[in-house]
């Protein structure tokens, strides 16, 4: 299945490159529960840090990867509650100008965002099946992410 996300320019001269999502699939997910089988006590509220990631990887004939990388840990205290890591990538058909930043920051912004929702919901399952509340990650600003 190959959807198309072009979105409507009203600037003629800035020309969008067509984003295909051919695919998307984890490439690697990793949680550690090292409290298990204690709990964290109810009063407290545990400190968890993000960490997010966005690689590029053109594999040739107009087809790039992007790979959405995300850790997270939670902690209280000295106490590990949590250790989270999730590649998920999608696989994009697409004919943009990697020489050209802005073509190049269009795609990954826009396959990030199509991305996300999917790595938020695994991050929500894999929290909750690991006996925690879901974590409900907020949408990020990808283009605050984005590095030429």
Do not use: C, W
Request: hydrophobic share 40%; no cysteine; aromatic share 12%.
């Amino acid at each position: 299945m190959v959807i198309n996300m072009k979105k409507n320019s009203t600037n003629k001269q800035s020309k969008n490159p067509n984003l295909n999502v051919v695919k998307q699939y984890i490439k690697d997910l990793s949680f550690e529960n090292p409290l298990s089988p204690k709990t964290v006590p109810a009063n407290i509220e545990p400190e968890v840090k993000f960490d997010i990631e966005l690689n590029l990887t053109n594999l040739g004939k107009n087809m790039h990867e992007l790979n959405l990388k995300i850790k997270a840990d939670a902690k209280f205290d000295e106490n590990i509650i949590f250790l989270l890591e999730l590649q998920y990538a999608g696989l994009f058909s697409s004919q943009f100008d990697e020489k050209k930043d802005n073509d190049k920051k269009y795609f990954v912004i826009e396959a990030a965002h199509f991305l996300f929702p999917f790595a938020r919901s695994i991050i929500a399952d894999i929290t909750k099946d690991g006996g925690f509340n879901p974590l409900i990650i907020q949408p990020f600003d990808f283009e605050k992410v984005y590095k030429s």
